[in-house]
């Protein structure tokens, strides 16, 4: 089902840009890992499934009751815990949406931030930027860990640990640019926010 697997990557990459909108060099990188991490995903899911046929014989010699060429094998975490009903509706398939709903908001609420705190020429600190310092980067390894969570891949489970770093270095990069620009106020800032992880107190910044 190759044109639904170009349909639902090019739906989710353009809903993904829409939240995103990216601007800077930096930003295409990020927005690039996670169009190949959800082109690698749909390729598997409604193309050619390379996992399930790899792992097939392993699979079935330990859950024969469970069709593996089937479409609905690829769930597979609702496959191999017992879930035999309808896989989009078990317990891994709701988890994973709330993770894939949770990154597109914070997506969305982060870039509504940045994109006034660039046009003022001002550092981003209000919004998810006064919890964390990163949520644009947090928001995109939700999404992907969501995508896992409902349908993984070989290829995508060696992908999510190197996108992960990728994105924590882009982040340290970008950390670096806004001491550069912004000085003592971004070393306040970063000195009371957490990059990724929120605190228990939203600090009160003053860029």
Same mark, same amino acid.
Request: net charge positive; aromatic share 20%.
């Given at each position: 089902?190759?044109?639904?697997?170009?349909?639902?990557?090019?739906?989710?990459?353009?809903?993904?840009?829409?939240?995103?909108?990216?601007?800077?060099?930096?930003?295409?990188?990020?927005?690039?890992?996670?169009?190949?991490?959800?082109?690698?995903?749909?390729?598997?899911?409604?193309?050619?499934?390379?996992?399930?046929?790899?792992?097939?014989?392993?699979?079935?010699?330990?859950?024969?009751?469970?069709?593996?060429?089937?479409?609905?094998?690829?769930?597979?975490?609702?496959?191999?815990?017992?879930?035999?009903?309808?896989?989009?509706?078990?317990?891994?398939?709701?988890?994973?949406?709330?993770?894939?709903?949770?990154? &597109?908001?914070? /997506?969305?609420? =982060?870039?509504?931030? !940045?994109?006034? @705190?660039?046009?003022?020429?001002?550092? *981003?600190?209000? +919004?998810?930027?006064?919890?964390?310092?990163?949520?644009?980067?947090?928001?995109?390894?939700?999404?992907?860990?969501?995508?896992?969570?409902?349908?993984?891949?070989?290829?995508?489970?060696?992908? &999510?640990?190197? /996108?992960?770093? =990728?994105?924590?270095? !882009?982040?340290? @990069?970008?950390?670096?640019?806004?001491? *550069?620009?912004? +000085?003592?106020?971004?070393?306040?800032?970063?000195?009371?926010?957490?990059?990724?992880?929120?605190?228990?107190?939203?600090?009160?910044?003053?860029?």
């Amino acid at each position: 089902m190759w044109t639904l697997a170009v349909l639902n990557a090019g739906l989710f990459i353009f809903f993904a840009y829409t939240f995103y909108t990216p601007a800077t060099r930096r930003d295409w990188r990020s927005f690039g890992m996670y169009s190949a991490f959800i082109v690698a995903l749909f390729a598997e899911m409604y193309g050619f499934p390379l996992s399930l046929y790899f792992l097939s014989g392993w699979l079935t010699s330990r859950f024969p009751e469970v069709n593996w060429l089937s479409h609905d094998a690829g769930h597979v975490f609702e496959m191999i815990f017992g879930w035999r009903a309808n896989p989009h509706f078990g317990p891994f398939h709701v988890l994973s949406m709330v993770f894939i709903v949770w990154g &597109f908001w914070l /997506l969305s609420s =982060a870039w509504a931030v !940045l994109y006034r @705190a660039q046009r003022l020429g001002q550092m *981003a600190a209000t +919004g998810p930027y006064a919890r964390i310092r990163h949520p644009q980067y947090v928001a995109f390894v939700l999404i992907m860990f969501g995508f896992l969570l409902q349908w993984p891949t070989l290829i995508t489970l060696a992908m &999510f640990p190197i /996108l992960v770093i =990728a994105y924590w270095r !882009l982040s340290k @990069a970008e950390e670096r640019d806004s001491l *550069a620009r912004f +000085g003592e106020s971004y070393a306040r800032y970063q000195a009371v926010t957490p990059a990724f992880i929120p605190g228990r107190r939203r600090p009160a910044v003053t860029a």
